[in-house]
């Protein structure tokens, strides 16, 4: 969204200040919801509201985490062609004390979960850290920037896992770093395509060449390793394996012919095909692991 032509009124700073959560990110924390799918847990009420409670405190973190990298970022933002519309610190729709204070809000919010369910928090904290080390250091470093993007996602599978005190396959941990590394070398690679190097600093080190490798190799990964995990934990889920395929099919489709890979956020959103084949395979994870009675 522009937010450049919002007027400076309290109504067009909320909004800003929504913005800045990038609330439309949390569909990623969806993957808190895996382990809850796979073990068949969804209808006992405690496993479901554990769950929710997860999901919602690492939509919190991860909120609070693009709020420290906005401010990280804020002088590049600015220079850049569409972050600087896009992102309401760069675009001075919220200023840099109002920033600050939503930051406090949602620690202590967090400092609340602690009390609440400090095993999930636990893994939330470590969520945050590895974060902090990332905006300040790490996404400057090459091949490191996408596998600790990519953790973060393993991170919401086992934060899921310790909402509802199960453990997690082994093939699910890496199908999920797979899938992630996936979606992130798509991400740098329509970044180079569409602003070079100017998009960030780490992309001086980056070819669409390696990129396109790393992508296909961590696709493969997922595929092969969904594949392993299904035949030896839920044989009767195999019929979800063309759907994880259509999907990885039609995401490079939609990233590199539609143009929307540089946010895979913005390619689900858009594209109808890809929220159906999700909508899918949900239903039927759903109805195959539905509990039965006896």
């Not at 896992?161 to 979606?183: K, N, P, V």
């Not at 329509?190 to 390696?210: F, P, T």
């Not at 190799?217 to 063309?242: E, R």
Request: proline share 4%.
């Amino acid at each position: 969204m522009d937010v450049t032509n919002l007027k400076l009124s309290p109504l067009a700073r909320l909004w800003g200040a929504i913005v800045l959560m990038r609330p439309k990110h949390w569909i990623k924390n969806s993957f808190v919801l895996a382990p809850l799918i796979f073990t068949g847990e969804f209808l006992n009420t405690d496993a479901v509201g554990s769950t929710l409670l997860a999901t919602l405190l690492f939509c919190l973190a991860s909120s609070s985490s693009y709020i420290v990298n906005d401010l990280h970022d804020i002088e590049d933002d600015r220079r850049h062609p569409k972050k600087s519309k896009t992102r309401p610190l760069a675009a001075r729709i919220i200023s840099v004390p109002m920033a600050f204070t939503l930051l406090v809000v949602l620690y202590g919010t967090l400092v609340w979960g602690w009390f609440v369910t400090p095993s999930v928090m636990l893994v939330i904290t470590c969520y945050l850290l590895l974060n902090f080390a990332y905006t300040f250091v790490l996404k400057y470093q090459p091949v490191v920037d996408i596998f600790i993007v990519s953790i973060g996602f393993v991170l919401r599978i086992y934060a899921g896992g310790m909402a509802i005190s199960t453990e997690i396959s082994g093939w699910m941990f890496i199908t999920t770093l797979c899938l992630a590394i996936f979606l992130a070398a798509i991400k740098r690679r329509q970044e180079l395509i569409e602003n070079g190097a100017n998009a960030r600093k780490v992309l001086e080190k980056y070819s669409v060449s390696l990129v396109d490798r790393y992508a296909q190799m961590s696709a493969t990964g997922a595929l092969v390793f969904y594949s392993m995990f299904v035949m030896s934990a839920k044989p009767q889920l195999v019929i979800t394996v063309p759907l994880v395929l259509f999907g990885l099919f039609r995401y490079w489709y939609v990233a590199e012919e539609l143009d929307e890979g540089e946010s895979p956020t913005d390619a689900l959103f858009s594209d109808w095909q890809l929220q159906l084949i999700v909508a899918l395979w949900v239903a039927v994870c759903v109805w195959i692991l539905w509990p039965t009675q006896g």
